[in-house]
Each structure stands twice: as C-alpha cells, then as structure tokens.
C-alpha cells in the first residue's frame, strides 16, 4: 500500500468503530460500577499549570523531567498536556473548596493522558485511563473499597487471574529514615548496579526497588524493606488494609519492592497485574492498574491537610488484554431489522417510521440513500439481520408494508400503522 501523507502522530491511535465497541462495554461497565459504589463523575481540562505536575507527580519523576507536553501559551502561561488525574482532580478539589462539603468525596473519571514515553506495546503517547479518587477520609477501609471495586469491574469485564500487589511506602514520619537505610545500602552495593540507578541513589533510591535490570534486582534482593521500617501509625495502617482485603478474599500479594513512579504517594501503594502461568522468562507484566494513598497532596497544592486515595486502569492494556484472551471481537450490537425503501413517498414515510422505531426503543437499520430495492437487500443479507421491511411505491400509496422474513423468505403485507407491535411480537420470540 502507498504510504499516505499525513499519519496519526507516533505512539497515537485512533479509535476506529471497530475498537470503540471496546471503549462503549468497559465505559458502561466503569459507570455502572463507580456510581453503585457513590462515586461522582468529574472532568478537568485536557491541560493544566505545568507546575501542577511538577509539585504533585515529583521533578525527578520520568513524567515531570522527560515525557510531559509542556508549551508556553500566547498569553505566556505554561500549561502541560495532563500525564495523569490525580493532580487535576486535587486541585480542582482545592479551587472549588469541596473540603467543606461532608467528606469523603469519591470521584470517578475517564478520560485521555498524554506522555512522551518510548511506544511500545501497552504503552502510548495518548492513552485513556479510567480513575477513581476519593479525598478527606484516611481510614484503611477506602483504600481496601478502591481496590475491590476495581477488582469487581475487572472481575465484570471477565478477567480471571488477577493479582493485586501491595506495599506500605510509609509517610512523612517513617520515610525518611528508610530512605537513608537504603541509600547507604545501594552505596555500598554501587558498583553492582546499572549506570541509571547509581544515579538515584542520592536524590530517589527508592526507584532502584523497581528497576527491572537483573544486575539491580540482585541487590535489592537483599536491600532493607520498608515494610520492615514503617512507623506505628502506617503499620496499623497498613495491616487493616491487608486484613479487609483478606475479609473481601481478593488474592493479593506482597511486593516490597512495589514504590510506583509519582512522588505524590503516602502509605498503601498497589498495582494490578494479570497472572499468566505461561510466563516462562518471569518477566514482571505491564500492570494493568496502578494507584494509592496521597495523604500530603492536597497541602503540597495549597489546600488543607486531607488525606485521600486513588487509582487508575489504562484503558488500552484492558482491550489488549481482553483481545488476547478471548480472539473475541466485539462490535455494536447490530440491529436485527432493515427498512427497504423505494421512491420519493417512501422515503419520506420511511423518516417518519424510522423515528417511531426509535421512540419504541427498537434498533433498526437503513440506508436511506439508496434508490434500488436490490442493493438494499443484498446489504440487509450482508448485516445478517432477521426481518426486511420493504415500503416501496405501492406499499406507501396504500398505507401498507411488506415483513420479509430474511431465513424463511416469506413474506406478508401488513398495516404501516400496526407494523411496530408486529416487530416487537416477532422479536421477543
Ligand atoms: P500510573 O501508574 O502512571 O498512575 O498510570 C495508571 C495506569 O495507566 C497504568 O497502570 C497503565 O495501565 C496506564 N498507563 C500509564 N501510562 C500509560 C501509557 N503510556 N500507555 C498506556 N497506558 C498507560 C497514575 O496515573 C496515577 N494518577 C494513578 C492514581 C490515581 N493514583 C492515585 N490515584
């Protein structure tokens, strides 16, 4: 094929019909789902002050320092593609003064993310994430609620061997300390790690936990955990999470090396991974959520000091994953009936019983343009639907309309007036 001039740009898709019948089931399920569970649906601007991200996701995080858009407006302002929601929905949380409304509030959103990451498979430069934040409230049991309604609307889009990982990367008290222990750790270990987490040592030892060199992972096999280094608070805090989830039966798994990329985490941290027994080279999958507890992000923004937790599905990696295990392919749920029209009479009877068709709650199909009754029935063949309705020249004059059943080829002339009950009778059997 010639190559075309304009291409969609690097690591972005569109989304053609036949995917968004992907997007249509998993948003529906996201709603239904979130709204049983009180959350309110929420929409920030596709942009927003840069510095929002800087503050809230860290600047020696790889979506501040290399994979945000930032650019600078007419006006001068420096605005960013949004990376992710969480600081969006903080500040909008802060701007609106929602703290001053019965508390917790839960959000859920669902929306584009920008990122100029490497593509590869599952990861893009525009991808969709569906989220869910809840603020002013630090009891153990939300943290435990968001991961089981996620885990329900993955359990509702039939996923089956899920694992949820989860780690305590303490607070503000207990960190600290920890980071320290580390540092002087990996220090002595320095020689042994890959170039890039030598770098960390001093300003995010934390993230050399999750490097996936082989050469890091063996140091931090013996590395001191934070689990092991958590104060009281965040211990309790912590061993409530594991014992709800335990209440719930969600098969969970400890990850001490779980710390995830934004700054912007408190306490409890998990991630969903789906488990394939298959996996020979014990490669850690690509998650297909990911979240946690941000206590201090609402005061790191300027607002007041309220707790709160979240997380966030890449919508993409949960249509490849859904693709992969089930060959399936979804399309919109096709109509199972055709309305054939023939001269100008009948096309415009046809505008008005297609809007009662449409009031009745009943999925037709048509393609009004078209002048021969020929094309019209071969495409009505093509869409495998049940019933023709064919209003041609005569059939218009006289207030009729002919029912063509499309297995049996039969056909029969009734009222135009009485043809809606007809079809429902026809389709409930
Ligand atoms: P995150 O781990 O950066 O967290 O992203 C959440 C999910 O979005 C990931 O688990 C992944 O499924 C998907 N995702 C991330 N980057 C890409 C990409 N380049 N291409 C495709 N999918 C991607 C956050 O964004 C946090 N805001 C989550 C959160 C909400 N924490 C608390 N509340």
Known sequence: ???????????????????????????????????????????????????VFSKAVGISTDIVEKEMYVFKTKGGDVLALRPEGTAPIARSY???????????????????????????????????????????????????????VFYTILKDLKFKNLIVEVNSIGDSQCRPYYKKLLSSYLRTHQHSLCPKCQKKIKDNPLRV?????????????????????????????????????????????????????????????????????????????MELLGGGRYDALVKLLGGKDVPACGGAMG??????????REKEVLSETSPRIFLAQLGSLAKIKSLKLLEEFRKANINISQSLSKNSLKTQLRISDKMGVDYTLILGQKEAISGMIIIRNMKTSKQETVLLENVIPIIKKRLKK
């Not at 995917?19 to 996201?30: L, R």
């Not at 859920?108 to 100029?116: C, E, L, S």
């Not at 919508?315 to 992969?324: D, M, P, S, Y």
Request: aromatic share 14%.
């Open 315 to 324: 919508i993409e990696r949960i249509i490849i994953a859904i693709k992969n």
């Open 1 to 51: 094929m010639k190559k075309v001039k304009f291409q969609v740009p690097t690591g972005m898709h569109d989304i053609l019909p036949s995917e968004e019948a992907y997007f249509q089931k998993i948003y529906k399920s996201v709603e239904s789902i979130s709204k049983f569970y009180g959350f309110q649906k929420i929409d920030t601007p596709i942009v927003e002050d840069a510095e």
């Open 209 to 285: 936990l999750d490097c996936k060199d082989d050469r890091c992972r063996d140091v931090v096999s013996r590395a001191p955990q934070m689990i092991d280094h958590l104060c009281e608070g965040c211990h309790n805090h912590f061993r409530q999470v594991l014992e709800f989830l335990d209440g719930v039966e969600i098969p969970y798994r400890l990850n001490p090396y779980l710390v995830r990329g934004l700054d912007y985490y408190t306490r409890t941290v998990f991630e969903f991974i789906e488990d394939k027994h298959s996996d020979e080279n014990n490669e850690r999958k």
């Open 94 to 148: 802060i701007e609106h003064g929602m703290f001053n409304l019965p508390q917790p509030i839960k959000f859920w959103y669902f929306g584009p993310f920008f990122r100029h990451e490497r593509p590869q498979a599952g990861r893009f430069r525009q991808f969709w994430q569906f989220g869910l934040e809840v603020f002013g409230e630090d009891s153990p049991i939300i943290d435990a609620e968001l991961i089981q």
